[in-house]
């Protein structure tokens, strides 16, 4: 039996979206100090919701004795003596996520509210204002929705409802 040579890539077809852009982003990361985008990447499930909701990472940077970096945090002023409070814990979890203690040190700097061009106090997203929707396609989803018994289920039946009937019709 003839053995065939093994496939070669020819480079076509699809390919990752995160090997498009991994470069870049592990560039801007390094030139911050982060070894791992992971910390960049996965803040919230590191620190977790809460301390991810008043704070992000800015830079790690590494002492000329190489024992220990530190890691700098921004967070708003009114937030900040509650992240002082937290710094081990903070620490901790950092330190978790690298496997070793790579984090000596937590540094946290404040910003206004407006923030600066970099540092904007916004570390989550906005919630999308819902448009108004007209009573009658509300009225025809509750009647269509109303046989259900399981509130939750007809809760959300009526927002779908509501969302179909409401929406353009595409032609």
């Known amino acids: 039996m003839v053995q065939k040579p093994p496939r070669r890539p020819t480079g076509k077809g699809f390919q990752r979206t995160s090997t498009l852009v991994e470069r870049q982003i592990r560039k801007a990361g390094e030139s911050r100090?982060?070894?791992?985008?992971?910390?960049?990447?996965?803040?919230?499930?590191?620190?977790?919701?809460?301390m991810a909701a008043i704070a992000r990472p800015v830079n790690v940077t590494h002492a000329r004795s190489g024992l220990g970096a530190t890691l700098t945090v921004l967070t708003t002023?009114?937030?900040?003596?509650?992240?002082?409070m937290q710094k081990d814990r903070l620490r901790e979890r950092v330190n978790a996520c690298y496997g070793y203690q790579a984090i000596?040190?937590?540094?946290?700097?404040?910003?206004?509210?407006?923030?600066?061009?970099e540092g904007a106090a916004q570390f989550g997203h906005?919630?999308?204002?819902?448009?108004?929707?007209?009573?009658?396609?509300?009225?025809?989803?509750?009647r269509n929705a109303a046989p259900v018994t399981d509130p939750d289920l007809r809760a959300a039946l009526e927002r779908l409802g509501a969302n179909v009937l409401g929406h353009p019709k595409s032609s």
């Open 33 to 50: 100090g982060f070894a791992t985008s992971r910390i960049l990447t996965r803040w919230a499930e590191i620190v977790g919701p809460d």
């Open 77 to 84: 002023g009114a937030q900040a003596p509650m992240l002082e």
């Open 104 to 117: 000596a040190r937590i540094r946290i700097t404040q910003t206004a509210p407006t923030g600066f061009a």
């Open 126 to 142: 906005a919630p999308k204002p819902q448009p108004k929707a007209d009573p009658a396609i509300t009225e025809a989803a509750r």
